[in-house]
């Protein structure tokens, strides 16, 4: 079997957007011998047909490369349609846009009171002290959790966090139980005490029938679990990568200040040159051939989000930022098919908001120290060191 790429070497924040453009030109359908082997498709059109494709291309087998999932099941994303419909169909209320709209004073709160002891330093990490906390303060918010469960979330969200970016299973493990825990302690609160369903992600996980039963007690634990960490570590490593963009291009800083109303737009070019995953995973139910190479039944599939989202073919002069993008449509970053993001919403506002408030808390900032990057499953930044300059 040949192998192409190797995922385990040492990388820095842009050394594998050009290991990616290689690939897309020279081996679009690439194979590795990283943690037991895996394919990976780069090319747009292939991500995009993978992800669509449920009957072909399932999840349950193995979501992620590499494989993280060492407790259980957790829908929506573990499973394939039919069977995850249940669990998608109850959050998705909760994600509409009429109640992601209501959130917006809170995540502003959040982030104001995050950047203020940065400001007062004069710069900090923007992963670690605003892009990580920032998300587990709203999904606690979100997912109306007690203070003393937003404490024991905020400690294990971190250490689960800085674990899967940094490709370290042991402590992945150790802090996955712990936050099963947690979710096993609220789905036991939301059956003594239930809150309104259209308020509520257990609520209204524990409120499902599927012809006349209830879901199962384990499946709606790892749903929690799930929705508990989904929204976590995304958000922090794309507010990383922004924060390095800005810094490289300060003109842009200056612009967005200046004309917020482009920030909306601005987002959603930043979610396709940083994307924040090259590592969700699909299994074929056959033997499947893409662009002339047979990929074997069963064998672990990366979409390869990142790459396909500056693909030369799809969108003109790929690692440019343009805020006038003709096609951004045609962004993968929040997916397709039957698993594309629940949370979009969500993950928009806090994005454009934390961006605003970055913005807001000085004149300008600059790179303190070279950024780090995060490993696979995702791609983007661990930590970003930056200086605030002059005052707010």
């Not at 030109?25 to 047909?49: I, N, R, T, Y």
Request: glycine share 6%; with cysteine.
């Amino acid at each position: 079997m040949a192998h192409d790429f190797d995922p385990l070497q040492p990388e820095t924040f842009d050394s594998a957007h050009g290991d990616y453009q290689r690939l897309r030109a020279q081996c679009p359908v690439a194979h590795s011998e990283a943690w037991g082997g895996f394919w990976a498709l780069m090319k747009h059109d292939d991500v995009a047909k993978a992800a669509a494709d449920w009957q072909t291309f399932i999840t349950s087998q193995q979501n992620v490369v590499p494989k993280v999932a060492f407790t259980g099941r957790r829908p929506p994303l573990h499973l394939d349609p039919p069977e995850h419909t249940p669990y998608r169909r109850a959050l998705a209320p909760l994600f509409t846009e009429k109640r992601i709209a209501r959130l917006e004073p809170v995540v502003r709160g959040i982030c104001k009171a995050l950047l203020a002891p940065m400001v007062a330093r004069g710069g900090g990490d923007v992963c670690a002290d605003y892009g990580a906390p920032m998300p587990v303060s709203v999904f606690a918010h979100w997912m109306n959790l007690d203070e003393e469960a937003i404490a024991s979330l905020t400690d294990a969200g971190k250490r689960y966090n800085v674990a899967v970016q940094s490709a370290d299973m042991e402590t992945t493990k150790e802090t996955s139980l712990l936050l099963y825990d947690m979710a096993r302690a609220v789905v036991a609160q939301r059956r003594v005490a239930p809150l309104p369903v259209d308020e509520d992600a257990t609520s209204a996980l524990l409120a499902v029938r599927v012809d006349g039963e209830p879901l199962p007690e384990e499946m709606i634990v790892g749903t929690i679990r799930q929705v508990l960490v989904v929204g976590l570590i995304a958000p922090s490593v794309v507010i990383g990568s922004i924060a390095v963009h800005l810094a490289r291009h300060p003109d842009l800083q200056t612009q967005l200040r200046a004309q917020p109303e482009l920030m909306p737009a601005a987002i959603e070019e930043f979610l396709r040159l940083y994307a924040p995953y090259r590592g969700f995973a699909r299994t074929a139910t056959c033997p499947v051939t893409i662009r002339d190479r047979t990929i074997p039944q069963g064998e672990p599939i990366a979409l390869v989000y990142a790459s396909a989202n500056r693909d030369d073919d799809v969108f003109d002069d790929p690692d440019s930022f343009r805020l006038d993008r003709p096609n951004m449509k045609d962004s993968l970053a929040f997916g397709r098919g039957p698993h594309n993001c629940v949370g979009a919403g969500l993950a928009r506002l806090e994005l454009r908001i934390a961006i605003e408030e970055l913005l807001k808390a000085a004149p300008a900032f600059t790179l303190d120290g070279e950024p780090k990057p995060t490993r696979f499953p995702e791609i983007g930044a661990l930590s970003v060191p930056i200086h605030f300059a002059g005052d707010a």
